[in-house]
């Protein structure tokens, strides 16, 4: 294995180049996309730095062979990436719905733009949450982060290849346009533990490639290593061959969910400011967050007792959190850039304990914090 | 202490990099807070592009800038569209040769020729290095080191004797500027 390339230091650095440089402390060795505006500077930086650190990157023919190429190079025995924006994104639903059903750890960063289709290519956008969870076919789980900073980009990016070795899931890096493009400190530290894959450890005969242990998490041979293993999209045994019983189904897809949701400790990440005696919580994440934080501020000026629910973790939605805070305001305020998508999942949680209302406009730009503090207004208005 | 400026011409001029050399020279070299945003069209030159950086001795949450107290304007649209949106008595940097404007009460301007200082160092593509020196001599958020440094330490080894000059010349264009206001 080559040696790992991390970038130790203080950096004015923007997003985009930070995932990159996450991706590169976390042990990325594998990088496939196709450039596509606000994702670009991630596949620059990969194309120009893997080559000199012993890692390979590849410009595919698109979106959907980018996809393929990670599953493949993950099954390699590479930790592998692939980053993209709206338009790639809908082309790697696919793929991601295959390396959800093989189980196989890889990252995916989705650097958010306004859609639908090719909507507005160099200006921000919040509109694939949903498309993260659902976007590709069938029922299933996956972990989905937000970086709200060029510095948090770095370190969810580390922390989104741990998640996809030990959880054997793709994990998303839902970002958007202006996290991706803005320069800001980011601070690499100089020791950054790399999160092995998980192997096998009996023999190679009777071995079982999907027979997970006691966490329902199998763990992974990899081509080449003397296993002998079957990949296949289809519903399989425990043995990774088809079996189109529904029984097998239930079997492989409930295993599927509940790896992944019976562990919600090791992925939920939430942050709380000026909650302790809040009101009103403003609910926003990645860019959004950050405008609301400013509103929180502005409210307070007026007397207003705001605070603000940051989701770090969208996908699964941190429910428990959520509830906890429905418990303790007269009232909440979804913050997003599309027309309302997170805030379906807090009006599902909250179940009309408290009332709700929405800051939704689809892209193009950021809130102003005024605009979001008319939302607190509205909201205390009606308790 | 919040400051805000923003950097505006067309696309090829070096704009963003002008504000991410500034915006380094911030959290690299003097240790504070900045952000900076950037605004452009899908063309990879000659559209209209904009680049805003804010320095604060405290974490900035919301990233665009509001009331700007520098401008820095290399073109004649980016004056049409952002010279009216600064500050009362803030600083107004423009490149003289490239854009026209009109008596100003309400701040500062300081005219360059930075095109043509550039120009005359043998490469037009460091009026943008110009403009900084220009700005290290004329707005606070950053010191003259700071600067220098941000700037030599963001372009290719071998031009950095041609990018100090160029830095230099902006630099002296202001303070003499100054001095010769003051008698």
């Known amino acids: ?383 | 202490m919040r400051h805000e400026i923003r950097f505006a011409g067309f696309g090829g001029q070096g704009i963003v990099s002008a504000g991410r050399i500034t915006g380094g020279a911030a959290v690299l070299h003097d240790g504070t807070h900045a952000v900076l945003t950037q605004n452009y069209g899908p063309e990879a030159r000659g559209g209209a592009c904009a680049a805003e950086v804010i320095v604060s001795d405290q974490p900035v949450d919301y990233p665009h800038i509001t009331q700007p107290d520098a401008l820095v304007i290399m073109s004649q649209e980016a004056y049409d569209k952002f010279s009216s949106r600064i500050q009362e008595g803030g600083l107004l940097l423009v490149d003289e040769d490239l854009v026209e404007y009109g008596e100003r009460s309400d701040v500062k301007v300081v005219a360059v020729p930075s095109t043509r200082i550039a120009e005359s160092l043998g490469r037009k593509i460091v009026a943008n290095v110009v403009m900084l020196g220009a700005l290290a001599a004329a707005w606070p958020a950053v010191s003259r080191e700071a600067m220098l440094n941000a700037v030599l330490g963001s372009v290719p080894p071998h031009t950095k004797d041609l990018n100090q000059r160029a830095f230099e010349a902006g630099y002296d264009h202001v303070s003499k500027e100054a001095m010769h206001g003051a008698t």
């Not at chain 1, 596509?36 to 959907?64: C, H, K, W």
């Not at chain 1, 533990?193 to 190679?204: C, I, N, Y």
């Not at chain 1, 007792?305 to 979804?334: N, S, Y």
Request: with cysteine; hydrophobic share 40%; glycine share 10%.
């Open chain 1, 1 to 383: 294995m080559p040696a790992r390339s991390v970038l130790s230091g203080v950096h004015f650095m923007n997003g985009d180049e930070a995932i990159a440089e996450g991706a590169l402390a976390a042990g990325c060795t594998f990088f496939a996309a196709y450039p596509i505006t606000p994702q670009s500077e991630i596949a620059e930086r990969l194309a120009f730095r893997l080559p000199r650190t012993g890692g390979v990157f590849i410009q595919m023919e698109d979106e959907l062979a980018a996809m393929a190429a990670v599953v493949g190079a993950a099954w390699g025995g590479t930790k592998a990436m692939t980053a993209t924006s709206g338009p790639g994104f809908s082309l790697m639903m696919e793929n991601l719905g295959l390396a959800i059903m093989t189980e196989t750890p890889c990252v995916v960063a989705n650097v958010q733009r306004g859609g639908p289709s090719t909507g507005l290519p160099t200006a921000v956008g919040q509109g694939d949450m949903m498309q993260a969870r659902w976007g590709s076919h069938g029922h299933y789980e996956l972990i989905s982060l937000c970086p709200s900073s060029p510095q948090e980009a770095f370190d969810l990016t580390v922390r989104a290849f741990a998640l996809s070795e030990r959880f054997r899931v793709p994990v998303l890096i839902m970002t958007d346009e202006v996290v991706g493009h803005m320069y800001e400190r980011v601070e690499i530290p100089e020791e950054i533990s790399e999160a092995p894959r998980r192997r096998p450890t009996g023999p190679v005969e009777g071995f079982l490639p999907y027979k997970p242990d006691e966490d329902l998490v199998p763990p992974m041979a990899c081509a080449g290593e003397g296993y002998r293993i079957h990949v296949t999209g289809l519903t399989h045994d425990e043995r990774g061959y088809p079996d189109m019983s529904a029984e097998a189904h239930d079997r492989l897809v409930r295993r599927l969910c509940d790896k992944i949701t019976r562990a919600p400790e090791a992925y939920t990440w939430t942050e709380e400011l000026f909650m302790d005696d809040a009101e009103v919580a403003v609910i926003s994440y990645g860019i959004s967050a950050r405008v609301a934080l400013g509103a929180v501020e502005l409210a307070r000026k007026r007397g207003i007792k705001a605070g603000l629910l940051r989701l770090i973790t969208a996908w699964p939605f941190p429910d428990d959190v959520v509830r906890g805070v429905a418990e303790r305001v007269q009232g909440m305020v979804t913050v997003e850039l599309n027309m309302g998508q997170m805030s379906r999942e807090v009006d599902r949680v909250v179940k009309g304990r408290v009332p709700l209302a929405g800051v939704y406009h689809p892209g193009g730009r950021i809130h102003r914090p005024d605009e979001v503090l008319r939302g607190i207004e509205e909201v205390m208005a009606c308790r």
